[in-house]
């Protein structure tokens, strides 16, 4: 970066995961002339507004702020406009419309969780751990109008970790992705960018996740059930019901055993074990419908299980 000129930058992202690069790129010689986040929400019973966790950043770091409602906003376009930047960097953020991505001198690009173009959507770290892969990692790419399909920039690799679940790998990812945004910022300053095309015939969705994505089906292989558990914890939680009422599994480990799906075959003082369709899921750590997180050894005292319940 010695001999290259800063780049103005307008800066658009909204949750923690957004905040690592948001600080590489302040802490770095170019010029965040913008941050760009949601309006504040009202949170928690009193109804309190909440700015993100990017806007508390900008916030520390004394950053103009824009929290436009609608991004084709005539009056949000403008003040884009006058800041006249170089690039925009998005991390976590909506989908821009193309009068916005493109009025950039040297475009905008987005920082996106997965090895792209596997797991195009907006939930691809969920979709890793749901899959069971054993590597995962970070993109960038230019905007296009088509979401997740732009140039490629750089990219970075990571392993997935067997004890890995969605808190450590977010987290892992979201330390890597201040590194790469970073590299990627300072190749397009100095004209080193050589960007490729995706290879549609390897793309693959990842959808937003719902209710019954976290819903374990104990019918599936133990390993299945295994993932679905890793790609929730801690929150919102994968889930099964215990006569009729949610119950929120939120470790597990593969175990050897069989029995009807989804029917208790091993209770211990600190665990029970739930058979699958092959193998099965010896439950570690739960949380009961209204009540607060707990080891299965303090969900036994309050909610004993015998053997043959059933779980589904």
Known sequence: ??????????????????????????????????????????????????????????????????????????????????????????????????????????????????????????APIHWALLNGDTETGLTTFFLKRRVDTGNIIKQSKTPILPEDNLHTLYAKLCNLGADLVLETTNLIANGEVVAGEQDETLASPAPKVT????????????????????????????????NGILLKILSSRVVTGQGTPGSVIHVSEDSFTVACRNGALEILSVQPE??????????????????????G
């Open 211 to 242: 209710a019954e994505t976290r819903l374990i089906h104990f019918d599936q292989d133990a390993t299945q059930c295994h993932n679905r558990v890793r790609a929730f914890a801690p929150k919102p939680g994968a889930y099964a019901y215990r």
């Open 1 to 122: 970066m010695n001999n290259t000129t800063p780049l103005n930058i307008i800066f658009m992202g909204t949750p923690d995961f957004a905040v690592p690069a948001l600080k590489a790129l302040n802490q770095s010689p170019h010029v965040i002339q913008a941050v760009v986040t949601v309006p504040d929400k009202q949170q928690g019973r009193g109804r309190r507004e909440r700015p993100s966790a990017v806007k508390s950043v900008a916030l520390e770091c004394n950053l103009p702020i824009l929290q436009p409602e609608n991004l084709s906003d005539p009056g949000f376009m403008k003040d884009l406009k006058a800041y006249e930047p170089d690039l925009i960097v998005v991390v976590a953020f909506r989908i821009l419309p193309e009068a916005v991505f493109t009025l950039p001198r040297y475009g905008s690009f987005n920082l996106h969780a997965s090895l792209l173009p596997k797991y195009r959507g907006a």
């Open 290 to 311: 209204s009540k607060k997180v707990m080891d299965v050894a303090s969900y036994l005292r309050g909610y004993p299980i015998e053997i043959g319940a059933t779980i």
